[in-house]
């Protein structure tokens, strides 16, 4: 069988209700084409839950053994808007304490996954680290470490995140080396500062650059 959930209304203008009189009523339902008060229409007992929390108001809503719709007419749109719903107050308690758990619960996930996520790109920079001093056994080890954590740096797109990076492609290796050795052990940014153009710069300073890879090369 299928549910018909009582529809309850937030007024726009100030109304009474059609049986105890009570007024301003902040929220009733019509019958008959009169407002009636959720005292009055045996609703009185429950608890609004505002919109928003998806979660929430499935496990409220599933929970509850009675419960309304809560909308209010959207002038502008000429409609109406759902606001909320009315639920059983143990149930909606139940409802928060479950989705409390949830939190909690996908908190340690997240937690697991970053550390392995950490853990993997440690794994790819000590990687990238070991190729390097492989390619250049004569490049300092403190550079080697450097290097290999700039080059890798997670969400850098720099060489060691691309595919050929974590692949250990001896170019993109070398790339990653070449560009490290451009701006610590040449005037490259300087040249960049003073406005000498980009292809420019790195003409000046390709043989210096070479210099130093022929020497970290050697064993």
């Known amino acids: 069988m299928d549910l018909v959930a009582p529809v309850v209304v937030e007024p726009l203008r100030r109304r009474r209700c059609s049986e105890c009189r ?12 009169a407002p009636v008060c959720l005292d009055c229409a045996d609703l009185g007992h429950l608890v609004f839950l505002p919109r928003g929390d998806t979660a929430l108001t499935r496990r409220a809503r599933e929970g509850s053994g ?3 719709v809560v909308v209010r007419h959207n002038r502008r749109r000429t409609r109406y808007e759902r606001q909320g719903l009315l639920v059983e107050e143990a149930a909606l308690a139940r409802a928060e304490a479950a989705c409390l758990a949830d939190a909690e619960a996908r908190a340690r996930r997240r937690a697991r996954d970053a550390a392995r996520r950490a ?12 190729e390097i001093l492989r390619l250049f056994p004569g490049c300092p080890a403190e550079r080697a470490e450097r290097i290999a954590a700039h080059a890798s740096a997670k969400g850098s797109g720099r060489v060691g ?13 070398t790339a990653a080396v070449r560009a490290a050795v451009r701006h610590v052990d040449t005037d ?3 040249l960049l500062m003073s406005g000498v153009p980009r292809h420019q710069a790195r003409s000046r300073v390709a043989p210096a650059i070479e210099a130093v890879l022929r020497a970290w090369r050697a064993d």
Do not use: C
């Open 22 to 33: 009570q007024e301003p009523l902040e929220r009733m339902i019509v019958e008959f084409n």
């Open 161 to 173: 995140r691309t595919a050929a990076g974590r692949a250990l492609d001896r170019g993109a290796v």
């Open 66 to 68: 009675l419960w309304a």
């Open 119 to 130: 853990e993997r790109d440690a794994e790819v920079t000590a990687a990238l680290e070991a």
């Open 188 to 190: 490259y940014d300087t």
